[in-house]
């Protein structure tokens, strides 16, 4: 006959195993719900990771055209007046890029309304931190709106100019209302082109994090785990900036969180790039 003190450790071993295979089960249902993903949410997913993508190489051109005016309006060599006008309130340290109703001008997007830069110090280019805000700005057909921050540059330890920029309320409109919000913080390093007097030959580094909620409500996050390299040089073929690197993107959907990696490729201008979804990887054509 079992005593007392048997019968309540069996008790016990058996609420425990209980425990054991419940929570094994709960893992394997949600390993198995995540491994299950519909094609309405794996949508959604490719959705979001675009928009992430298109979000940045946007930020990236906008800061491009601030560099662009500064150095026609420094150098008086004006070659983009065709498409936007340029005003420089020296008194108050602001320069207006006005694209007015609409032109094709600077990376082959087809722009409207304003960017404004505003100086903390005098002096332009990579010796004063600037903001950059927008007014009425579209850029194919996807209204821009929010705040860049960008830190004046210094020499890196590879003598590489070198700063970071913060992406405040950065959202991005579409044709249909919805909206996609970035916040966050980069470093950006000036790794080719810096001596070439042309903006089509740079190429930067970029590290870094950004989060934000996307057109669906969803919140997400993403860090660079190899630097992603942005080349100028692509928008001559019409392809996105990003050539390389990886980074990872989280998000939850389901109440549970999902981890996606992207990856840009091996430096190739051909605006592709993949997201692995659980084993499969997905092609997006940028």
């Known amino acids: 006959m079992k005593t007392l003190k048997e019968l309540k450790m069996r008790k016990f071993t058996v609420l425990l195993l209980g425990i054991v295979v419940a929570l ?3 893992q394997a249902c ?3 719900d995540e491994m299950n993903i519909d094609a309405e949410e794996e949508e959604q997913e490719i959705e979001l990771v675009e928009n992430t993508t298109l979000a940045e190489d946007n930020a990236d051109q906008e800061i491009g055209i601030a560099d662009l005016a500064e150095v026609e309006i420094a150098s008086g060599n004006m070659r983009s007046l065709k498409c936007y006008s340029t005003n420089m309130d ?3 340290r ?3 890029i006005d694209f007015g109703d609409g032109c094709v001008g600077p990376y082959g997007r087809e722009r409207s309304g304003k960017v404004i830069v505003t100086y903390a110090d005098e002096g332009g280019l990579y010796i ?3 903001t950059i805000t927008f007014d009425n700005y579209v850029v194919n057909n996807v209204e821009i ?3 860049i921050f960008i830190e004046r540059a210094v020499r890196n330890d590879r003598d590489n100019y070198q700063n970071s920029y913060t992406v405040t309320d950065y959202t991005l409109t579409f044709p249909d209302g919805n909206t996609f919000v970035t916040n966050g913080n980069r470093v950006r390093e000036w790794i080719e082109g810096e001596t070439d007097g042309d903006s089509s030959t740079n190429k ?3 590290t870094g994090s950004l989060n934000g909620e996307s057109t669906r409500g969803v919140n997400w996050s993403h860090t660079i785990l190899e630097p992603i390299i942005v080349d100028f040089s692509c928008l001559a073929s019409g392809s996105m900036l990003r050539t390389s690197g990886i ?4 998000f939850s959907l389901r109440n549970r969180e999902r981890t996606r990696i992207v990856d840009y490729g091996d430096g190739d201008c051909d605006g592709s790039y993949t997201v692995t979804i659980n084993n499969r990887v997905v092609t997006i054509e940028g």
């Open 24 to 26: 094994l089960s709960l």
């Open 247 to 250: 980074k990872e993107v989280k």
């Open 128 to 130: 004063s931190d600037r």
């Open 145 to 147: 709106s929010g705040e």
């Open 90 to 92: 020296s008194v108050n």
């Open 204 to 206: 930067f580094q970029i």
């Open 94 to 96: 602001v320069l207006t």
């Open 30 to 32: 949600q390993q198995d």
